[in-house]
């Protein structure tokens, strides 16, 4: 078994197929169906399902994956720790994301191509359903997500981003820019995001802590679509404060207890990272 076999497996796996692997690995098609039978007879068991009109992972090719991209891995850490020491850093760095919840990589990402432009980064958006089983099967080396939305043994968190979100509301409120409390804000937020998305995750934590219930009239998945709706006073949405600070035009008001917090970690597994993912989380915290 070596890594060429390896990585023909994850590339079948993750393409859904025998002739998209191979355009992915820059290949011919008969060459990873002839590495993936070598390596089936060597484990003596069938990897993949193959039909006419799929190829699916069997119940041994499904327990392989994680172990074949843990070894992947850990063949980058190896050749990246020796570049490191050559003061050449390099790799790809694949970082998951909850829908919503990392507004600005330009600024982390660009001051990590000023300092090590060897480093690739690639932003994946992971479904809420798939955060847990992106960061345990190594699908992704790290995932920014809301507070606690993954955790569990072998797993390491820290913070990434931190702030109070306020109720924004049309020009001209009434209001002002006095403090509401969760059961106003309940009335009034009838705008917000998709279930699953970062700010949703978050304003309904908050709100099921208050006991207090509401309903969402307008869902988005977009804060520009969002400050649309508010401006054409279609209900009111909550945000982030320096999301909301993006629209001079409306009005912001803090809430004055209970109220949602964005609170955004970076998860990642426990251990000592490689160079290049250490490298991209520096940049991000």
């Known amino acids: 078994m070596d890594l060429r076999q390896l990585e023909i497996v994850v590339a079948v796996a993750e393409e859904g197929g025998f002739t998209a692997a191979a355009h992915r690995l820059h290949t011919v098609q008969s060459t990873v169906s002839t590495v993936v039978r070598a390596l089936e007879r060597d484990l003596g068991t069938s990897l993949f399902e193959r039909t006419t009109h799929r190829v699916a992972l069997t119940p041994a090719g499904r327990a392989f994956l994680p172990a074949a991209r843990a070894a992947l891995k850990a063949a980058e850490h190896a050749r990246a720790t020796v570049d490191g020491a050559r003061w050449k850093l390099d790799g790809r760095v694949r970082i998951g994301v909850m829908p919503g919840a990392w507004p600005d990589p330009?600024?982390?990402?660009?001051?990590?191509?000023?300092?090590?432009?060897?480093?690739?980064?690639?932003?994946?958006?992971?479904?809420?359903?798939?955060?847990?089983?992106a960061v345990h099967e190594s699908s992704v080396d790290a995932l920014v997500a809301v507070e606690d939305c993954v955790a569990g043994d072998g797993l390491v968190s820290r913070p990434l981003r931190r702030e109070a979100m306020v109720l924004v509301t049309p020009a001209g409120d009434r209001g002002g820019d006095r403090p509401v409390t969760a059961a106003d804000a309940a009335?009034?937020?009838?705008?917000?995001?998709?279930?699953?998305?970062?700010?949703?995750?978050?304003?309904?934590r908050a709100f099921h802590t208050a006991q207090v219930r509401r309903t969402v009239a307008h869902e988005v998945t977009d804060v520009a679509a969002a400050a649309e709706l508010v401006r054409h006073d279609l209900g009111a949405c909550i945000l982030p404060a320096s999301?909301?600070?993006?629209?001079?035009?409306?009005?912001?008001?803090?809430?004055?207890?209970?109220?949602?917090?964005?609170?955004?970690?970076?998860?990642?597994?426990?251990?000592?990272?490689?160079?290049?993912?250490?490298?991209?989380?520096?940049?991000?915290?």
């Open 243 to 285: 999301v909301a600070a993006r629209f001079a035009d409306l009005t912001s008001r803090p809430f004055s207890r209970g109220g949602p917090t964005w609170h955004i970690t970076v998860t990642r597994p426990a251990g000592d990272p490689p160079p290049a993912v250490a490298a991209v989380l520096r940049h991000l915290t």
């Open 106 to 133: 330009h600024r982390a990402l660009a001051a990590l191509r000023r300092e090590h432009p060897g480093v690739q980064v690639q932003v994946l958006l992971v479904p809420p359903r798939q955060l847990r089983s």
């Open 187 to 204: 009335a009034a937020a009838v705008v917000d995001f998709a279930p699953g998305w970062a700010n949703r995750e978050a304003t309904d």
